[in-house]
């Protein structure tokens, strides 16, 4: 199985630049937007994986579940970051990890519904506690600014960048982070290969509700 990990020499300025220069990089939107950033090719093919193994990623694939539990670790790389770095799949068939830059925001919400989690541009004291949607009263304010998070996904993450004029402190906390991205792609396939042992596909059927108009006496 393919380790992205790499150990670096980080008190050495040559090998903290030769893997940054030399780390493999894709787009961060499409080629025609010229923005790329550090990256890790996750498809299934270029793993190493034993044939087994790969038949059964494919067929994961068709479930959500499967995706579910995969960008519950981007999430989390986010959330360590501050959301001000991010990992998220690019690609056709999104095969690529790609390191995004990010952040967060208000989101300009002031209330939300305990029950369906609905939320709202108004407090409670503004248009009291019923909600829109549910129509129960159960809406509660933000105890704090409610933020929302962000991508920046035209932005590209040190494209073009010799590294001469980083200091030894920055170069070191750069390198960690794509070290941290790297952990993150080898996590990735970790739970992946866990999935496709442990788990099976099997078909379900769901009824979906359908709203028609009938005739009834009164």
């Given at each position: 199985?393919?380790?992205?990990?790499?150990?670096?020499?980080?008190?050495?300025?040559?090998?903290?630049?030769?893997?940054?220069?030399?780390?493999?990089?894709?787009?961060?939107?499409?080629?025609?937007?010229?923005?790329?950033?550090?990256?890790?090719?996750?498809?299934?093919?270029?793993?190493?994986?034993?044939?087994?193994?790969?038949?059964?990623?494919?067929?994961?694939?068709?479930?959500?579940?499967?995706?579910?539990?995969?960008?519950?670790?981007?999430?989390?790389?986010?959330?360590?970051?501050?959301?001000?770095?991010?990992?998220?799949?690019?690609?056709?068939?999104?095969?690529?990890?790609?390191?995004?830059?990010?952040?967060?925001?208000?989101?300009?919400?002031?209330?939300?519904?305990?029950?369906?989690?609905?939320?709202?541009?108004?407090?409670?004291?503004?248009?009291?506690?019923?909600?829109?949607?549910?129509?129960?009263?159960?809406?509660?304010?933000?105890?704090?600014?409610?933020?929302?998070?962000?991508?920046?996904?035209?932005?590209?993450?040190?494209?073009?960048?010799?590294?001469?004029?980083?200091?030894?402190?920055?170069?070191?906390?750069?390198?960690?982070?794509?070290?941290?991205?790297?952990?993150?792609?080898?996590?990735?396939?970790?739970?992946?290969?866990?999935?496709?042992?442990?788990?099976?596909?099997?078909?379900?059927?769901?009824?979906v509700p359908q709203t028609r108009k009938v005739m009834a006496y009164?």
């Amino acid at each position: 199985m393919k380790i992205f990990t790499q150990t670096v020499n980080k008190r050495s300025r040559k090998a903290m630049t030769d893997y940054l220069a030399g780390h493999f990089r894709y787009d961060t939107m499409n080629s025609w937007n010229n923005a790329t950033s550090y990256a890790c090719n996750l498809k299934i093919y270029r793993l190493g994986l034993d044939n087994k193994t790969v038949n059964k990623l494919y067929e994961l694939m068709e479930t959500n579940e499967f995706f579910d539990q995969l960008h519950d670790l981007t999430y989390e790389f986010g959330a360590e970051h501050d959301y001000q770095w991010q990992a998220g799949f690019n690609g056709r068939s999104g095969g690529y990890l790609v390191l995004y830059q990010g952040g967060q925001k208000p989101s300009g919400d002031k209330s939300f519904c305990t029950s369906c989690g609905q939320k709202n541009y108004t407090s409670v004291a503004e248009t009291e506690n019923i909600c829109g949607k549910c129509g129960k009263p159960e809406r509660k304010d933000y105890s704090r600014t409610h933020m929302s998070i962000y991508t920046s996904p035209g932005l590209g993450v040190d494209q073009c960048e010799d590294f001469e004029d980083w200091d030894m402190d920055s170069l070191r906390r750069r390198v960690e982070l794509i070290q941290e991205f790297d952990a993150l792609a080898d996590n990735i396939v970790a739970e992946a290969v866990y999935m496709a042992e442990n788990c099976d596909v099997q078909d379900e059927t769901i009824y979906v509700p359908q709203t028609r108009k009938v005739m009834a006496y009164v």
